[in-house]
């Protein structure tokens, strides 16, 4: 059994006040309507992802990267860390669910800004080089960023620290 990241992507909107998700769904592939004559259990069993998921920024399994993001999350790295947060009481509404269906699977979450996200990956690379532990995960963050944002002068206006990840893990 291993360890699995549950990775999100929330903006902040000047407009609402608040964060909301920043993340790109697609069909469920899997989802079925449960039958008129399905079980409460069936039902709960559908109804746990929905018609629509999150287009995955990064699922892969780095132990390292894990420890990073959350210190003590199955390794201790050696060099900096996300700062220890744990979840946001400000979650957008759709990863706040997700994450309070997990109830005690769900351990060690955290969020970081891109901001401080890029900050950790400038320090590992200056650290180790190439073979950083967050370097994947960060060309995948910044091809998200490009693909939800369009437009390069979009990119360039956005102030970083309004685009946050926000995770946990579950064994």
């Not at 390292?64 to 959350?70: A, P």
Request: hydrophobic letters at 30%; aromatic letters at 12%.
């Amino acid at each position: 059994m291993g360890c699995d990241i549950h990775l999100y992507s929330e903006i902040y909107s000047e407009t609402t006040k608040k964060w909301e998700t920043f993340d790109l769904w697609e069909r469920n592939e899997y989802y079925r309507e449960p039958s008129p004559d399905a079980t409460d259990e069936e039902i709960e069993d559908i109804s746990w992802e929905g018609p629509w998921v999150v287009s995955e920024i990064d699922d892969h399994r780095w132990y390292q990267k894990f420890g990073i993001l959350s210190p003590g999350v199955r390794y201790e790295p050696e060099g900096p860390t996300a700062k220890k947060r744990g979840w946001p009481d400000d979650a957008c509404s759709k990863n706040d669910t997700l994450y309070k269906r997990w109830g005690a699977d769900a351990h060690s979450a955290n969020h970081i800004t891109i901001t401080e996200f890029r900050l950790l990956v400038a320090q590992y690379r200056v650290l180790r080089g190439a073979d950083s532990p967050l370097g994947p995960m960060h060309e995948r963050v910044e091809a998200h960023i490009k693909r939800k944002l369009k437009w390069p002068h979009v990119i360039e206006k956005q102030n970083m620290d309004h685009i946050r990840l926000v995770y946990w893990f579950d064994n």
